[in-house]
């Protein structure tokens, strides 16, 4: 991304590698959204929610697999949008390169500063805790938790991605050096 940034003056060296993590996170993401698309085309046209929590709950490994496809692709985009994120208020200096990775904060900053919808960053959270969910209190997860979470990944990614661009090619608006 060659676009201006806040962090440009006083970080070039850094300012430079967030911008080629972004660029190589979304340049990656195309080849992960059509591979959760196919796994979740497993389960029908429609990603049929009772095919995916018959599957979520067989001991058949091929079924289970599958489902795994579906959880790994949605984690996946998860991960791109949570990290460019971080990477983007790091550029516009609403982020500090010494804080510790925290994705709600970070959806919830990038909502203040214009970046993301009302209905974006709600939809983002709950991604997020789909997502936190099903790596940390998974043998509790509903299937339909990790049905809502693909569905969710697929819908929001794009949308985060035009939204973000569009941020960076405006200024960064709302960054710290603009307040």
Do not use: C
Request: proline share 3%; hydrophobic share 40%.
């Amino acid at each position: 991304m060659t676009v201006d940034a806040p962090l440009d003056e006083a970080d070039p060296g850094r300012s430079r590698s967030l911008k080629l993590k972004i660029k190589e996170r979304i340049d990656d993401s195309e080849r992960h959204i059509a591979a959760l698309q196919q796994a979740m085309s497993q389960f029908g046209q429609k990603f049929d929610l009772s095919r995916f929590v018959e599957a979520f709950s067989s001991s058949d490994p091929i079924e289970l697999n599958k489902v795994k496809a579906v959880e790994r692709g949605s984690e996946q985009l998860y991960n791109y949008m949570a990290e460019i994120g971080a990477f983007g208020l790091e550029l516009a200096t609403l982020r500090m390169t010494t804080e510790e990775a925290n994705a709600r904060r970070d959806f919830d900053t990038l909502a203040r500063a214009g970046v993301l919808n009302k209905t974006q960053r709600v939809r983002l959270q709950r991604l997020r805790e789909l997502r936190r969910n099903l790596v940390h209190e998974y043998p509790g997860v509903a299937a339909k938790d990790a049905h809502e979470a693909a569905i969710l990944a697929v819908s929001e990614y794009r949308r985060f991605i035009r939204s973000f661009a569009d941020w960076m090619r405006a200024g960064f608006p709302g960054s710290a050096q603009k307040l």
